[in-house]
């Protein structure tokens, strides 16, 4: 199933959203929704906002960082998940804005996120700067830049 109970530290009970293992015949449908949600919300703000409502929406997220490669992926993030993280990030209320015992929240990682995913488009669109610029350099090589 999608769902499941489990008993955190306070021997309280949680709810956890997940993908189902790989044995389960429901995998690839479970994976299939979630990845329709991350690119309708690429193009539709209403659907990255039911994304980030609900009793469960910071399990929700989670689930869709899952489905696209996990927290510490280094490739580049799905225009529909960084809509779907902003849009969290930025309709945070002040219970969400405090951390648990633990540590940092569930907004934090998303903002630490959204930052790493601008740091790596900022890299890019400079290297890719630089590349057109010694290609220029290299065909007219009696032109100096400024």
Request: proline share 3%.
């Amino acid at each position: 199933s999608i769902g499941h109970s489990t008993t955190n530290e306070n021997d309280e009970q949680t709810k956890s959203i997940y993908l189902p293992d790989a044995t389960s015949p429901y995998r690839e449908c479970c994976f299939r929704a979630a990845g329709a949600l991350i690119n309708i919300s690429e193009k539709c703000r209403e659907c990255a906002q039911l994304c980030c409502h609900g009793q469960y929406l910071d399990q929700m997220i989670e689930l869709l960082i899952d489905v696209w490669g996990g927290r510490d992926k280094v490739r580049p993030i799905h225009a529909g998940l960084v809509a779907i993280l902003r849009y969290r990030v930025e309709n945070v209320s002040i219970d969400d804005r405090l951390s648990d015992i633990r540590g940092t929240t569930a907004v934090e990682v998303y903002f630490d996120i959204l930052n790493r995913e601008e740091k790596r488009k900022t890299d890019a669109q400079r290297k890719e700067e630089f590349r057109k610029l010694r290609k220029r350099d290299k065909k007219n090589p009696d032109q100096t830049t400024s």
